[in-house]
């Protein structure tokens, strides 16, 4: 990945329920980029929207730097409720498996309408927590560019993606969007 691009960008970490173990994409990518932060919750555990858009709120007012937040699952719904209430300094989401709102009982909470900054969203064919259908219709709400992964189940470690390239460049493509779109409002 370029990382010269990044640098221009503070790049936040939000995993899901259960946090993302050792051989998650997303803990690999911390390893790969030491000045990624993963945002820690309180409580693994207890996935609730509130609490965990809280602590990502927390999170992202600690610098005042344009922000791109890698989001999986769970982080993925943290971060559209985090954005919904303040996008401040928020440059650009990567969504990758978000989970089902239905299946939590925050589909009340999530915005309805376009994300505040641009976002790419992937899913995978048979994601046990979330259709690739019912994620493409979150993609479309939030105004994201939606990619189906293929048969990735839920993108994750037991998906044996290892430094999951293909995410990286997804990445950089956000990357690279944002910076044209900053340069283009200047």
């Given at each position: ?27 690999r990518w911390l390893r790969l980029y ?153």
């Amino acid at each position: 990945m370029a990382a010269s691009l990044l640098s221009h960008y503070r790049v936040l970490v939000a995993p899901g329920l259960n946090n993302s173990g050792p051989d998650h994409w997303q803990s690999r990518w911390l390893r790969l980029y030491p000045s990624f932060r993963r945002v820690e919750q309180e409580n693994w555990d207890d996935p609730h929207l509130p609490t965990w858009g809280a602590r990502l709120d927390t999170v992202r007012a600690e610098q005042s730097r344009p922000t791109l937040i890698v989001a999986h699952s769970f982080g993925s719904l943290t971060t559209a409720y985090s954005l919904a209430r303040d996008p401040h300094l928020v440059a650009g989401v990567l969504l990758v498996a978000p989970a089902d709102p239905e299946k939590f009982g925050v589909t009340h909470l999530l915005p309805h309408e376009k994300l505040p900054c641009p976002s790419i969203m992937i899913a995978s064919t048979n994601d046990p927590w979330m259709s690739a259908a019912r994620a493409a219709l979150w993609a479309k709400r939030w105004g994201s560019e939606f990619i189906d992964g293929g048969a990735l189940g839920h993108i994750n470690s037991e998906s044996g993606l290892g430094d999951w390239i293909f995410g990286q460049r997804q990445l950089q493509i956000l990357a690279e969007r944002v910076h044209n779109e900053r340069l283009l409002s200047v």
